[in-house]
């Protein structure tokens, strides 16, 4: 059964071969991320790694029985107790569930582990699985988005109120499993 789990430096040949494998699946809904992303990968990797450490991202990947990725699930942002979701999954996982049940497990992460209280994503018009998964996870358009977000493309703002998902007791203060910064 597939497994999310935190990125780590372990991960860096399964989400490489992953965003190689999907990249042309990736760039029919959403900006291609260039030669450079694939040229320059254990750089950027890196500061990924650097950032999450910093405690103002969590990133994740799905992980499958044999070790390969099956989709990435990102917090960015992490300010006031708020982030920014942006997922992808592999094109052979599509349209199964995969991403809207990775989607809400990351919510209940998002609020027992990190102790956020909302997240918000952005899917462009055009991007129509997307924006299925975000209303299925339990997200509400709020407005519209900026097309800079978005590769130029018109899209909406979604958002995602957590204080349901927060264990009893724990709705104000810090969730009790939330590592301390820098952890």
């Known amino acids: 059964m597939p497994e999310l789990q935190r990125l780590h430096a372990g991960h860096a040949p399964a989400v490489l071969a992953f965003e190689r494998a999907n990249r042309a699946y990736f760039a029919a809904s959403v900006s291609d991320r260039g030669d450079d992303f694939f040229d320059r990968f254990a750089d950027r990797y890196d500061a990924l790694l650097a950032e999450q450490e910093a405690g103002v991202c969590a990133f994740h990947v799905l992980v499958a029985e044999d070790g390969s990725v099956l989709g990435r699930f990102n917090l960015v942002g992490i300010e006031d107790r708020t982030a920014e ?19 809400r497990e990351l919510c209940r992460l998002a609020a027992h582990r990190y102790g956020l209280r909302t997240l918000r994503a952005a899917a462009a018009h055009r991007n129509v ?5 975000l209303v299925k996870a339990g ?23 957590l204080m349901n998902d927060r264990p009893s007791g724990t709705s104000t203060g810090q969730a009790p499993d939330r590592p301390a910064p820098g952890s």
């Open 129 to 133: 699985a997307s924006r299925r998964v």
């Open 85 to 103: 979701l942006g997922y992808r999954v592999a094109q052979h996982v599509a349209g199964r569930g995969v991403a809207t049940s990775t989607v």
């Open 139 to 161: 997200f509400v358009p709020v407005g519209p988005a900026d097309p800079a977000r978005l590769g130029g493309k018109p899209g909406t703002w979604y958002r995602r109120d």
